[in-house]
């Protein structure tokens, strides 16, 4: 069955390195390698719940506008949905690549309308090059630039609108969600995933589950703006998710020739908080233990940041630990230095 058989998993090939080899055996030592299968029990069965109150309600308040502050809500359960995805993608959850992505078929494909597929073959390479304006995908020139080079190849129009990207930044998190989606269809309709159907086929579910339901309940005008409310929540707060991470972090090469350990810690950001932190980022937010470790169940993110960071320090390697508020501050002075070099190139 081609739904068994992933060609790759987003975590990436073991690293080889003296410093890391040092951090691994601290981390392997203190335990934080083995799966959490009860902690990811419950949060699963906390999604579901919260899903199944939702849907209860969203029956009993029928055709009305306030069926938009449900949509607010359906948005955070469905981003949850996506983190328990990506964790499985990593492996996090089983021991067996099996289950692990059989998992996150259903978390994505049929539980947000996301090509599981699509995905890891883009976050694989973003793990393998985080920064890396040639070979990481989630820095590539698009609606917004990321480095001066983008800025310098930028068209007459392109730096019209970069120049304001840091002001547009929030809106076109609203066309997020919309882009996924689109992206996710485009995929399969090339025919490049081993597990097309298996895939196609939970696209297709999610897609008829989610129209039907939208539109038995609610009128077409009211069903469309609930849909549009839902999919530019979820956008926001995905992108709001995602952004911290790496943005306005320093920009690598193969030219610099930094191993997997500085490479890794170098361009992430952890953003600093408490327990509803953690689970409103899904334990992104321990983002620079997360891509050293791939693997490790994400309840452990927070046990070994403490661990991380004093070899760090040990080492001499920065490590970057923002507030909230900060990091968002320093992804847009960043969106907004990189849009204003627009300005000084030849028109």
């Not at 320090?313 to 907004?336: C, F, K, M, N």
Request: with cysteine; proline share 5%; aromatic share 10%.
């Amino acid at each position: 069955m081609t739904v068994l058989s992933a060609p790759r998993q987003a975590s990436d090939a073991p690293p080889r390195g003296s410093d890391f080899a040092q951090l691994a055996r601290l981390v392997k030592d203190a335990g934080l390698m083995e799966r959490r299968r009860g902690r990811y029990l419950v949060k699963g069965l906390a999604i579901v719940g919260a899903v199944a109150a939702g849907s209860v309600v969203f029956v009993l308040l029928g055709d009305s506008w306030w069926q938009l502050g449900l949509a607010a809500l359906f948005a955070v359960t469905s981003a949850q949905i996506g983190f328990l995805g990506h964790d499985s993608a990593h492996r996090q959850v089983f021991s067996s690549r099996r289950a692990n992505d059989i998992l996150g078929l259903f978390c994505a494909n049929l539980g947000i309308g996301l090509s599981y597929d699509w995905w890891m073959d883009k976050h694989v390479r973003h793990h393998a090059h985080p920064n890396d304006e040639e070979r990481d995908p989630d820095i590539g020139a698009g609606a917004l630039i990321f480095t001066t080079n983008q800025a310098g190849a930028a068209g007459k129009v392109g730096r019209f609108f970069y120049r304001y990207q840091a002001w547009t930044f929030f809106p076109l998190l609203t066309l997020e969600a919309l882009n996924l989606h689109v992206s996710s269809v485009q995929h399969l309709i090339k025919g490049g995933s081993p597990r097309r159907w298996w895939e196609v086929t939970g696209l297709t579910l999610h897609a008829i589950g989610y129209l039907t339901a939208v539109f038995l309940v609610l009128s077409p005008l009211r069903g469309l703006v609930f849909i549009a409310v839902h999919q530019a929540l979820l956008g926001v707060y995905l992108g709001c998710s995602f952004a911290p991470n790496h943005k306005g972090m320093p920009v690598l090469s193969e030219a610099d020739n930094a191993d997997f350990l500085r490479r890794q810690v170098l361009t992430s950001r952890n953003v600093r908080g408490h327990w509803l932190t953690d689970v409103l980022l899904g334990g992104l937010n321990y983002q620079i233990e997360h891509h050293l470790f791939p693997s490790m169940p994400r309840p452990n993110l927070k046990r070994a940041q403490p661990i991380v960071e004093r070899f760090c320090a040990q080492i001499r390697v920065s490590y970057v630990e923002t507030g909230p508020i900060t990091s968002y501050s320093q992804v847009l002075r960043h969106l907004d230095v990189i849009g204003r070099a627009t300005r000084l190139q030849p028109a």
